[in-house]
């Protein structure tokens, strides 16, 4: 059973334009989700991360929008660029002992200039 | 600062045969986690150590997969007997006790024949 669930899984954007992706969590007790990025032959890097006691942040060109209510956040890549290209994972973790993230599955974006 | 570094990057074995993965952390950082990556799916979390203890191991597949952490700073991860559903990739990650942020090594690739 997935507990995060991610799309789309590729998306293709132009230069300049807005890329966003989306996620959405089954379990209420997840209080910190990251969204990392990772280029080909490297590990997932952090890129913005999100607690459930704001609705959005923004970090440069990257922002988070985040819903409490609907269990879902997404992931927003303004003016996207080339070097933009990469996979994104959404990712989401909770207390109970434990630090484990739990991941979506991915999605590999593709910014075409 | 040095990253999490993982050894080797690219692993071919046979079924049957033993692999051992090894992690070496960022400097400082009591947190370790292992994930894999099977192609085509989420990275999904193997274990937790907090310096040499498993604080959490509840995503072992099973008993063919040995953790350890002597002296709380590098990590090995072993295989024993290898399965051709092992292929995937191995990620070490680790932080520090006071922050959320969880850093990834480049990955281990393992191919089990």
């Known amino acids: 059973q997935q507990q995060v669930k991610q799309s789309p899984q590729s998306l293709i954007v132009q230069k300049g334009g807005i890329s966003i992706i989306n996620c959405a969590y089954e379990n209420t007790a997840f209080d910190y989700f990251p969204w990392y990025q990772q280029f080909p032959g490297k590990g997932p890097a952090l890129l913005i991360a999100?607690?459930?006691?704001?609705s959005e942040k923004k970090e440069g060109r990257f922002t988070i929008s985040f819903n409490k209510s609907a269990k879902q956040f997404s992931l927003h890549i303004m003016d996207s660029q080339p070097g933009d290209s990469a996979t994104y994972f959404c990712?989401?973790?909770?207390?109970?002992?434990?630090?484990?993230?739990?991941f979506g599955k991915g999605t590999k974006l593709s910014v075409i200039p | 600062e040095a990253g999490v570094t993982q050894f080797p990057s690219h692993s071919v074995i046979e079924k049957g045969q033993t692999v051992t993965l090894r992690c070496d952390p960022i400097s400082g950082h009591d947190n370790l986690y292992w994930y894999r990556r099977v192609m085509g799916k989420e990275i999904k979390f193997l274990l937790h150590?907090?310096?040499?203890?498993?604080?959490?191991e509840s995503g072992m597949p099973n008993n063919r997969f040995l953790a350890e952490r002597t002296g709380g700073t590098y990590s090995t991860l072993k295989v024993q007997p290898a399965e051709l559903e092992d292929s995937g990739v191995y990620f070490c990650a680790s932080g520090g006790l006071s922050t959320d942020t969880q850093y990834f090594g480049p990955g281990t690739r393992l191919t089990v024949l």
């Open positions: 999100i607690r459930p006691d704001v």
């Open positions: 990712a989401a973790r909770g207390w109970a002992g434990s630090y484990q993230l739990t």
């Open positions: 150590f907090v310096k040499e203890s498993k604080q959490d």
